[in-house]
């Protein structure tokens, strides 16, 4: 059964969210991060995904506070992400509590490094986050989305794959913020290439339905934003999985 994992990005405090990854787009919502984080729990959700996009941009973490009072607060498996990248970077976020770091721009930047943390923390606790603009080139985005790589999704993949990579985060970019519906093919062709992989969906969930196309398709789990964010996907929607997780 397929996990639901929400995301709460971060950016001076607040919890904000593009449209394609595009910062003069960003929306702010009136919600408190942690208090947030205590709604999810309470609905029954178990893992968070939490962006510091505040780290991304300077290319280092700058929430960690948020992730310590997340962790310190609620029992919320959380998988941290934004900026990390230094081996400091990956090791303060499990002390201030994350349970997973996805890692995604030196994962191409610095390929041996990010081999070397699957190795010294293990293949459970870190994930590659392999994100494209454009799903038909595949070409890789990182720096927040905002620079294009000349490796392929695969490729990219691959490398990792053979170094024992466990979980891949995937966005469709084009598709992120925008309520369209994730790229059902995209997943499936994913899934097909690497299907000893566990593969999270992110980006265009517009509602359940969605998400149990993603479910019948066998991804292990999908990140939703946006559709909670703007009132379309609402958490008791999510009861089913939920029950059928824990049953």
Partial sequence: MIQVIPSIAIRKGKVVKMRKGDPASEKAY???????AKRFQDSGIEKLHL???????????????????????????????????????????????????????????NPPLFTSWLVSFGREKITLGADVTDIKSKQIAFRGWLKKSEITLYDHIQQFYEDGLKYVKSTDVSRDGVLE???FDYYEEIISKFPDLQILASGGVRGIDDIKRLNDL??????????????????????????????
Avoid: R, W
Avoid at 53 to 72: F, I, Q, R, T
Avoid at 78 to 95: C, N, R
């Fill in 51 to 109: 962006v510091d996009l505040d780290g991304a941009e300077k290319g280092s973490p700058k929430n960690y506070h948020v992730l310590e009072a997340m962790c310190a607060y609620t029992d919320l498996k959380i998988d941290f992400t934004g900026g990390v990248s230094t081996d400091g970077d990956v090791g303060k976020a499990f002390e201030f509590g994350a349970a997973q770091v996805t890692v995604a721009s030196i994962a191409v930047t």
């Fill in 30 to 36: 009136d919600e408190n991060p942690l208090d947030l």
């Fill in 218 to 247: 066998g991804l292990y789990a999908v990140i939703f934003g946006k559709a909670f964010y703007e009132g379309v996907l609402k958490l008791k929607d999510l009861e089913h999985f939920m029950v059928s997780k824990e049953s």
């Fill in 181 to 183: 519906g994730p790229a």
